[in-house]
């Protein structure tokens, strides 16, 4: 498994950026995939959730109703959809995907990363 994020950049607060993970190998269509960030000094967090079909998605109380997580399962792609951004979502954004198919917050049951992107909200 292959995955690559993108879509980071630097926006202004209240505008909005969708992040992309691609699995290049086209093995994730069976797991569950996981947004993560990590800001300067602090540990990684997960952000948002998704299974493999798409039908089940989880968020981080701090963006709940901000970012929106899906899949195109044709293009094995996976989306962070993030609107209203804060100065504190601010960090490098990974992608990763599970070990299982459902969905899962927990770090340690993730397998793949990707590479992160940076984003960067201004005030």
């Known amino acids: 498994v292959q995955l690559q994020a993108s879509g980071g950049g630097l926006v202004q607060a209240g505008g909005s950026l969708r992040l992309s993970c691609a699995d290049s190998r086209r093995t994730f269509s069976n797991n569950g995939v996981g947004w993560f960030r990590q800001a300067p000094g602090k540990e990684r967090e997960i952000v948002a959730a998704?299974?493999?079909?798409?039908?089940?998605?989880t968020y981080a109380d701090s963006v709940k109703g901000r970012f929106t997580i899906s899949r195109d399962k044709s293009r094995n792609t996976v989306y962070l959809q993030m609107d209203s951004l804060k100065p504190e979502d601010t960090a490098v954004y990974y992608c990763?995907?599970?070990?299982?198919?459902?969905?899962?917050?927990?770090?340690?049951?993730?397998?793949?990363w990707g590479r992160g992107t940076q984003v960067t909200v201004s005030s």
């Open positions: 998704i299974d493999w079909r798409g039908g089940s998605t």
């Open positions: 990763a995907s599970a070990r299982g198919s459902a969905t899962t917050t927990r770090i340690e049951s993730y397998q793949y």
